[in-house]
């Protein structure tokens, strides 16, 4: 089935830029998504990405998809001690929408 | 706020006791979908629900587990005989049909003892 992986951690410098990276095993969805989720809340959906785009720019966030290598990531510039918190992908399960499959989530440390 | 709304926030409850949570999604999304989620983990898909619909029970954890939404609004999952492993954060989202970007709601923290 799909599956879907990320580094565990990652710990920057406040301004300085994050990558954080995933993997996913096949994608017949039509979107990937990115989701942040901080200490005891739930996930907040933080931006996505059509499947035929290569890159997506929302303000401080960047997406890089590439198809090919099965690859996404996702770039935050200028990071601040805000953005601490567990970053996950996801990508659906199928092409009839729903089911989300999860990475195990990166945990982004920023340092002042 | 016309986000998704879970109640209870948490939930502290014996084992063998039956617990229920609800969820409320966005007014006018039509799909609802539950999730669990461990500690250190992402979220698991459970179910969910296109209106009353429910189109996919099959990773329901066990038959322990159900779900309903009778009138195509808000959802409830209860879980009957909890056991120690039930433990985790009960997600719920929902989206358009059309659209699959699915909004996640705040969480029910359930704890067996």
């Known amino acids: 089935g799909e599956d879907v992986e990320q580094s565990l951690f990652l710990s920057v410098r406040e301004g300085d830029s994050s990558v954080i990276n995933c993997t996913y095993t096949d994608s017949s969805s039509t979107y990937l998504y990115w989701y942040k989720q901080e200490p005891g809340a739930g996930l907040q959906l933080l931006t996505y990405?059509?499947?035929?785009?290569d890159m997506k720019q929302d303000q401080r966030l960047t997406v890089l998809l590439n198809k090919k290598d099965k690859h996404l990531s996702l770039r935050i510039a200028d990071t601040q001690t805000g953005d601490s918190a567990i970053y996950f992908c996801?990508?659906?399960?199928?092409?009839?929408?729903?089911?989300?499959?999860f990475g195990q989530g990166t945990e982004l440390s920023v340092k002042p | 706020d016309t986000g998704v709304s879970q109640d209870p926030r948490h939930k502290i409850t014996k084992r063998g006791q039956n617990v229920t949570f609800r969820c409320d999604p966005i007014s006018e999304h039509n799909r609802l979908y539950w999730y669990r989620q461990t500690l250190g983990q992402g979220p698991e898909f459970l179910t969910y629900?296109?209106?009353?619909?429910?189109?996919?029970k099959s990773r329901l954890l066990s038959d322990r587990f159900s779900a309903e939404r009778p009138k195509g609004s808000f959802s409830t999952l209860e879980i009957q005989r909890t056991e120690q492993g039930d433990s985790a954060m009960y997600l719920c989202?929902?989206?358009?049909?059309?659209?699959?970007?699915?909004?996640f709601g705040p969480g029910t923290r359930l704890l067996v003892l």
């Open positions: 989202a929902s989206s358009w049909t059309l659209q699959e970007t699915q909004y």
């Open positions: 629900f296109q209106n009353e619909a429910q189109l996919e």
């Open positions: 996801a990508d659906a399960e199928d092409n009839q929408g729903g089911k989300l499959i």
């Open positions: 990405i059509f499947s035929n785009m």
